[in-house]
Structures are given as structure tokens and as C-alpha cells.
């Protein structure tokens, strides 16, 4: 291989090809004067040879390191040395492929992606709940308290406060269902007739918090986050923009290397992810309940809406892999999943895809938080609906469109949150679990009542939420809305059902899934509880009779030792030749 150039590397998209060496063709790229990966791959490394190769400030050091490491070198050392050598080593291969990711060409959608310039996204809104089973009630009625959102609730046409409402829906005589309250901005231009002028951060403009009573023992408060114009574009501003490749930085880890492709998509995620940080933070500070208790990010959903593509629609036959795989990349920078075969989709919610929580391992910048999305086609969503679906609702689709169907999908977004409550609950159980048997006879006072308090709440609201779950699917929702999802062939899996004879669509009910899930989980941790309830009632039993002959035995002691003290004491009280000592004394 050649040595690096000794002009820079270009770090801008339009002057890379300047600083371009020729490359080397093989055989068949000669015949045919096409370009084929394996000469990007040989012009990446023409220009940017590998470690070690050439006078980089990391190349000597690297050398040291393999020198150290290797030969008779590696016979004579510590094995806690040589780890030493070959993590410094590990930590100097990514500034080698920092500086070889300046070099792709800007055409290989392996390390870029191409977002279309006619498409743009909108987030049109985003909501995050918080669930209060009865261990976290306190907390509910606390934050009501403190942040007096009672104030403006008779303007609202409201005949009783928050506490009331709250007393009698959870007592079963109440309603199902309230407004808790509207919050606005200071110096925004929103109103609201009940509206409170407030503290808010500066993404968004209101936050419309509303309480969902399941059954008696469950309030489920979830916040509507309606977003300011520059929020709501923020994403498309970030995926519109070129981004260059760059390193990321970790605290006790090793640098990452991100190429243009792996660096749009960690851009892109962490703009809507910052719009969800906020949205979680301001619910765990204002309103903290069971997530908020657990440190656990709230289940949360928002609603994507683009310009031009539409998922839902199968792509034409004549459609080249290059464009698909680009388009797939350009969605997958906002975080969106077109890889699945089946879309969710709902006959309530038309041409709007339910998007399922993402994976880290794909969306390294989304992390493993419940995060839902609801994202489609603004026009395609309007026109299913029809011209008078939306009047009523504002001049502004994005939100005629969050206020005419995300209202249906509250009952659905509960039940979702129950989910993870289940998740977070089986995890709690197998800390006690663990620490039960590890700490076993090694407890003080302080962590026994910790002990006994957590377990206390888990028992408690397991066996409190499994009836009110139940009983909330089995109830009627035809007032509330409950859009039925289903697994939907879509897009190139249709045309493969097509082409095997069958134009029958194939659809599995989600919402029947999460319910039969929700079902085993209950079993699975009330049984667990139980379980876990009756081996520590037996332990707790033997320890207190081995405690009680513990302290029967020492008792005794006490005893012995307290005759000894008596009989000592006589012996000394008098001295004398009639006393008792002085009889045992010649």
C-alpha cells in the first residue's frame, strides 16, 4: 500500500473527490469500468493506510504497543501487563478508522445516507404516562397539593377538585376519566380557558395532563406535550443535515468511531430523544409515581408526520434495492423500522403505522426506553379521514391530527404502560429475591424494615392491579376509543403474498397479544409472590425460635451470673468474726 497523502484529509462533503489518489482497479472492474466495493475499500486504505503505517500521532505509540506485547517480550510479562498493552492498543483502533471514515464515497449508502430533499418530518406531539397503583398514591396526592392545579379548574366548567375526583374514582363511585389539569407557558401566545401560567421548558408551549382510573387501585395520569414550532421541526432540521464522521467519548469505555452513516443516525436519534428527555423529566420532577420511584423512563409514545412518503403503501415492483435500502437508512436515522415484514396498523387510526420501542443494538442513540411512535403520511392520514373529519380541530394538520386520533389511543397506551410496569415489577422481585437469600442473617434493623416495606408493596399492588387490568379489558370502550392493531403485510411482504396466490392479508390482533402477555406475567409474578411471601414467613419463624433460644440461653446466663454477683455482695457486706465470711476464714 501507498503512504498516506501529505494533504489533509478532506472533512467537507463537497471536496472530498479533491483530495481522491487513483485507485487500483482489479480485473473485472478493468473489463467492465464499473466500481466495486472492494476498490472503495482499497481507495479508503490507499489513502488511509492501516495502524501502525505511516507517522500519525497514534501510529509510534501503537508500535510500542504490539513491540511490547508480542515476541519473547510477551513471555516474560505479568498477564495483568500484557491486558494493559492490549487495551491501548484496542483504544487506538478507532482514531485509525476516524480518520479512513473521511474517505467513502459519499454514493455508498453502507456509509452514509441520502435523506430525500422533498421529504420533511414533523413531531406533532408527544405523550408520556405515569402510573400510581396504591403504593404511589401518597405521591399523587402530594404533587396535587403542592403544584395547585385546582386553582383554575372551576373556569373549566370542573364541580370538584383533583383530591375529590381522585377519592371517588378510586373508591369505584367516580368517574373513569378527568382532565387534571392544563399547564401554559409563561409568555407563550397559547390560552386556555383553565389554563395555568407556569414553568415550562422552552420545547414546549402547554402540557394537557389527563387521569385515567383503572379499576379502583390503578390511576394512570397521562401528559400531553404539545411542542413549539421549533421543537417540532428540530428532527427534520438534524436529518436534513450533513453530518460528518465524528468520535464519541464514554466515560470508562472505548471511543466509537462513526462513519457518515452510523453518524446520521446517532444525530438524528438524539434530536428526538432530546425531546423526549425533556418530556420525562418534567414528569418525573412535577408528577413522580411507579417509574418515577423505580427511576425507570416513562413508556411514551409521539407522533411522527412526513411530507411525502407513505409507509403504508406497497412499493412499486420497478422500485431498484439502492433506492429501498436508502429510504429504509432514512427512516431508520429518525428511529423509524421499515425492516419489519408486518406493519401495526388500526382501522381507527388509517395510514398511521404504530411504531414498536426500538432496539439499541439498531438505535444505539434510543436506548432501551419504552418509546412508541406513531408516524405516517400527513396527507395520506387526511385524506383517509375525509374532508369534515378535522373541522374543529385548528388550521394546524399536525395538531387537528394529534387531537382527532391520538385522543383514541389513551385506553391502548394505559395498557402498554402496564406492560412495563409488569417488566420493572419482575425485576423488583428478583432483587428482594436475591438480597433475601444473599443477606440472609446479615440484615440490620434499617434494611429488614426495607426489606419487609418493599415486599409489603410489591404483594400489595400485584395482587390489587391483576383484578383492575382484567376487568379494564373486559370493559366496554366504545365511548373511550380502543383502536384494534393488527400485524399487517405491507409493502414487499403484500407482493410476496401476491405472487404465492394468496390476496388474503394475514392479520394477528396486537392488542389480544398484549393482553394474553399482561395474563402470564400476572400469574407468573402473584405466584412468584406468593411463593417468595411463604418462604420468608417459614424463615422468619425459625429464626424467631432460634432467636428465643438464643435468648433463653442467655437468659439463663444472666441468671447464673447475676446469683454470683448476690452471693459476692453478701460475702462483702460485713466483715466481722460473725459474719459469713469471717465463719469461712480461719
Not at 367516580?174 to 397559547?190: D, E, F, I, P, Q
Not at 400527513?378 to 395538531?399: E, F, H, I, Q
Amino acid at each position: 500500500m501507498t503512504s498516506a497523502p501529505k494533504t489533509p484529509l478532506s472533512r467537507d462533503w463537497g471536496t472530498r473527490e479533491k483530495y481522491r489518489q487513483p485507485r487500483r482497479k482489479s480485473a473485472k472492474s478493468r473489463a467492465d469500468s464499473d466500481v466495486t466495493v472492494s476498490d472503495d475499500i482499497e481507495a479508503a486504505y490507499d489513502l488511509v493506510p492501516s495502524l501502525g503505517e505511516g507517522r500519525r500521532w497514534y501510529d509510534p505509540p501503537y508500535r510500542t504497543l504490539i513491540w511490547l506485547s508480542s515476541g519473547w517480550r510477551r513471555k516474560i510479562q505479568p498477564a495483568r501487563l500484557l491486558s494493559t498493552w492490549n487495551k491501548g492498543i484496542n483504544y487506538l483502533i478507532p482514531f485509525n478508522e476516524h480518520d479512513r471514515n473521511f474517505t467513502w464515497p459519499l454514493d455508498n449508502w453502507m456509509h452514509s445516507v441520502r435523506v430525500p430533499t422533498n421529504d420533511h418530518v414533523n413531531v406533532a406531539g408527544i405523550w408520556a404516562v405515569e402510573l400510581f397503583p396504591p403504593a404511589d398514591l401518597p405521591a399523587l396526592q402530594r404533587s396535587i397539593a403542592r403544584n395547585g392545579w385546582d386553582k383554575q379548574r372551576p373556569l373549566g366548567g370542573a364541580d370538584a377538585g383533583n383530591q375529590e375526583t381522585l377519592a371517588r374514582a378510586r373508591s369505584g363511585t367516580g368517574t373513569t376519566w378527568w382532565r387534571m389539569a392544563s399547564l401554559v407557558r409563561k409568555g407563550s401566545t397559547w390560552f386556555a380557558l383553565d389554563g395555568i401560567r407556569t414553568d415550562l421548558p422552552s420545547v414546549f408551549e402547554t402540557v394537557q395532563l389527563r387521569a385515567i382510573q383503572v379499576g379502583d387501585g390503578l390511576t394512570a395520569v397521562i401528559a400531553e406535550f404539545h411542542l413549539s414550532d421549533t421543537a417540532s421541526n428540530s428532527v427534520d432540521v438534524a436529518w436534513h443535515t450533513k453530518h460528518e464522521p465524528f468520535m464519541r467519548f464514554a466515560r470508562g469505555r472505548r471511543p466509537i468511531s462513526y462513519d457518515r452513516r452510523w453518524g446520521t443516525f446517532w444525530k438524528v436519534q438524539s434530536a428526538r430523544v432530546a425531546l423526549h428527555k425533556e418530556a420525562r423529566t418534567w414528569l418525573m420532577d412535577c408528577l413522580p409515581g411507579f417509574f418515577g420511584r423505580h427511576r425507570e423512563p416513562h413508556p411514551l409514545l409521539d407522533l411522527l408526520l412526513l411530507d411525502n412518503f407513505d409507509p403504508t403503501r406497497a412499493e412499486p415492483p420497478n422500485v431498484s434495492r439502492d433506492t429501498s435500502l436508502r429510504r429504509r437508512d432514512a427512516m431508520r436515522a429518525l428511529g423509524l423500522d421499515l425492516f419489519y415484514p408486518d406493519q401495526l396498523l388500526a382501522d381507527d387510526l388509517p395510514k398511521l403505522i404504530l411504531g414498536l420501542p426500538p432496539r439499541a443494538d439498531s438505535y444505539p442513540a434510543m436506548g432501551e426506553a419504552p418509546t412508541w411512535s406513531l408516524w405516517g403520511k400527513r396527507d395520506a392520514v387526511m385524506k383517509a379521514l375525509g374532508d369534515d373529519a378535522l373541522a374543529g380541530y385548528g388550521s394546524d394538520p399536525n395538531r387537528a391530527i394529534a387531537h382527532r386520533l391520538v385522543d383514541r389511543m389513551y385506553n391502548l397506551f394505559v395498557m402498554l404502560a402496564v406492560s412495563d410496569l409488569l417488566s420493572v415489577s419482575a425485576r423488583e422481585q428478583a432483587r428482594i429475591r436475591d438480597e433475601a437469600a444473599n443477606k440472609h442473617g446479615k440484615f440490620k434493623p434499617k434494611a429488614l424494615r426495607s426489606l419487609r416495606r418493599s415486599l409489603l408493596t410489591l404483594s400489595l399492588d400485584l395482587t390489587t392491579l391483576r383484578r383492575d387490568v382484567t376487568a379494564f379489558w373486559e370493559r366496554d370502550w366504545s365511548w373511550d376509543g380502543d383502536p384494534k392493531f393488527f400485524f399487517t403485510p405491507v409493502g414487499g411482504s403484500r407482493r410476496t403474498n401476491r405472487k404465492a396466490g394468496s390476496d388474503e392479508e394475514t392479520r394477528t390482533e396486537f392488542n389480544a397479544s398484549v393482553r394474553a402477555r399482561q395474563e402470564k406475567d400476572f400469574a407468573r409474578l402473584v405466584d412468584s409472590d406468593r411463593d417468595l411471601r411463604d418462604i420468608l414467613s417459614t424463615v422468619a419463624s425459625l429464626g424467631a425460635s432460634v432467636d428465643s433460644f438464643r435468648l433463653g440461653r442467655s437468659a439463663l446466663w444472666v441468671a447464673v451470673a447475676s446469683l454470683a454477683v448476690a452471693i459476692g455482695t453478701m460475702l462483702v457486706a460485713e466483715v466481722g468474726p460473725t459474719s459469713f465470711l469471717g465463719w469461712l476464714l480461719p
